[in-house]
């Protein structure tokens, strides 16, 4: 019977759909294993298919397709170590989340997810059936106990596999961030090992997906819950574990812990490798947005080059003659300390011309809100007609703040293919802009320093439509808005729960009643990156008609 064991683990980046690229990594992976000598080469789950894919597992086409690959990719790592790799696996009328062991060119063992998460971002009810309880696997003379996931957010599993004879827990993950996440995960494992007296190796993918980020942070626990491994957030990365048998059993060999970032660097890295692996996934090249000389189209645009690089990002100043000097010079020092391209477009022509085609349907009404959205609008014209001629997707540039209240014009500034911020309240878009001034890090392709200036983060905040606008005039100022609405969206409280802190009741029924008559405006909004479990998308779901209002 072996002493040694080890395992090399795959933190890495799928593509939902890309069976073919995901084998591909499966199989360099393996390589290295294979070149270490290792016993066991794992990836994470339903990594062949990509995470989260959605109801396209359940096209009875892409199953088999999936079949296809998994089989061919245990011909192909038939000499040399086991390779363990998750995917959707039917198996008569059902399919199931499913880890397969691929050995000796075969699928030898195969472990059926049974906890089937079915809240927030996940409908695995919906797509999937549950697996049955079941025990470890062999892999030469060990036994290996693979909770799936959410499998082992629960006790009942891990317990079972203990009980049945594994000597370790291995937990294949598809685990999308949220702010906190990283506490949580590491709480729940360090639960499940003090349960089952067993090490466990937690193996989780990176990368984004749609609005969802897996920051890998992958790490290894022995009896007790000491950290015996912790591999770095967001890195794609191959890396091996050795466990040695004692008297007691299996232990990881502890080895230098990476150390990971704090919760700001956390949602900055998640906003530019969303935006990177949106782009990269989908074929885009190059991004454009508008940029107003405000704070929120500054930190967009820092994303895109910290994302993308600066040759790739090109920012575009529409000035009305509402548009300030301020915000003109303050939007070409965020062009030029970036390094992007800058483009000045002014829209007192085209919104003249729209004006006079309108004037006689007009005649005899004053000007209002809709003089104000035309030139929003009007500004979205023109950036999908530069994105259209140039192939450059376009960035909308609205904070949650905005999005929760629809303080934002649809077929205007809400234009665009992404989001970066969409899940970054106002406040928070405040003391990010600071932190990214004050912090550089390698995996940025933006310069250091302080690249948005103090005049941008200290000025109040306008969408500069009218003149003197200020955003004030219209909500509520932003530490309140923000604080509302995290109680009402983030924590799913009532307007009570807002009396209860503080907040005058009126203005937390106007800002409730906002949120509900802007659902239609975020039903038809880009998609953004997930920072927290109350991001408007797959969250939070609710309908378009609703006439329904807090009585408290």
């Known amino acids: 019977m072996a002493d040694r064991f080890r395992i090399t683990l795959g933190q890495l980046n799928p593509t939902v759909g890309d069976l073919a690229g995901n084998a591909a990594l499966a199989a360099q992976a393996w390589s290295e294993g294979k070149a270490a000598n290792a016993d066991l080469v794992a990836l994470p789950e339903m990594f062949i298919a990509g995470y989260n894919a959605q109801d396209l597992v359940m096209k009875r086409a892409f199953q088999l397709d999936v079949m296809t690959h998994v089989e061919r990719l245990a011909k192909e790592c038939a000499d040399g170590p086991a390779l363990a790799i998750g995917a959707p696996w039917a198996e008569g009328a059902e399919l199931f989340n499913a880890y397969l062991i691929l050995k000796n060119g075969k699928i030898a063992s195969r472990v059926l997810k049974h906890n089937l998460p079915n809240e927030t971002v996940f409908d695995e009810v919906r797509v999937f059936d549950s697996g049955p309880l079941g025990g470890p696997y062999a892999v030469g003379n060990t036994r290996v106990g693979s909770p799936i996931c959410e499998d082992a957010w629960h006790p009942e599993v891990s317990e079972t596999l203990a009980e049945t004879g594994a000597e370790f827990l291995l937990v294949p993950n598809g685990s999308p961030y949220y702010r906190g996440k990283l506490d949580t995960r590491m709480n729940m494992m360090v639960a499940r090992v003090i349960e089952t007296g067993l090490p466990l190796i937690y193996l989780n993918m990176v990368g984004g997906q749609d609005d969802q980020v897996f920051d890998g942070a992958s790490f290894a626990l022995n009896p007790g819950g000491k950290l015996a491994m912790q591999m770095p957030a967001f890195d794609a990365q191959v890396h091996h574990v050795d466990l040695e048998r004692g008297p007691d059993g299996w232990r990881v060999l502890e080895q230098p812990l990476a150390s990971l ?130 192939g450059e997707m376009l960035l909308t540039t609205g904070n949650k703040s905005e999005v929760a209240v629809g303080y934002a014009t649809i077929y205007g500034d809400m234009a665009g293919g992404y989001n970066p911020i969409k899940d970054l309240y106002k406040t928070r878009v405040f003391e990010t802009c600071r932190w990214r001034n004050a912090n550089h890090r390698d995996w940025m392709m933006g310069p250091e320093g302080a690249v948005i200036p103090e005049s941008i983060i200290t000025k109040p905040p306008s969408a500069e439509l009218r003149e003197d606008q200020k955003d004030s005039d219209s909500l509520p100022d932003y530490p309140e808005l923000d604080a509302i609405l995290n109680i009402l969206v983030d924590q799913d409280g009532s307007v009570a729960d807002c009396v209860a802190a503080g907040f005058e009741r009126e203005v937390a029924k106007k800002v409730e009643h906002l949120i509900y008559i802007s659902e239609y405006k975020r039903f038809q909004s880009a998609p953004g990156p997930r920072l927290t479990k109350g991001a408007f998308w797959l969250d939070r779901r609710y309908p378009i008609v609703n006439r329904w209002r807090d009585p408290s």
Request: one cysteine or more.
């Open 261 to 390: 970032p704090d919760a700001w660097e956390q949602d900055y890295r998640v906003m530019v490798q969303a935006l990177r692996d949106y782009m990269g996934k989908t074929g885009f090249k190059k991004v454009l947005l508008g940029l107003s000389g405000g704070i929120d189209s500054a930190i967009v645009a820092t994303i895109a080059v910290d994302a993308l690089g600066a040759e790739n990002v090109r920012c575009v100043m529409l000035p009305s003659e509402y548009t300030s000097q301020a915000s003109l010079d303050d939007a070409e020092a965020v062009a030029k300390a970036l390094g992007c391209r800058y483009d000045y477009v002014p829209i007192k022509e085209g919104r003249q011309a729209i004006t006079n085609t309108l004037a006689p349907l007009f005649e005899g009404r004053d000007p209002d809100l809709t003089e104000e959205n035309i030139q929003s609008r009007l500004r979205g014209l023109l950036l999908m007609a530069l994105s259209n001629k140039f």
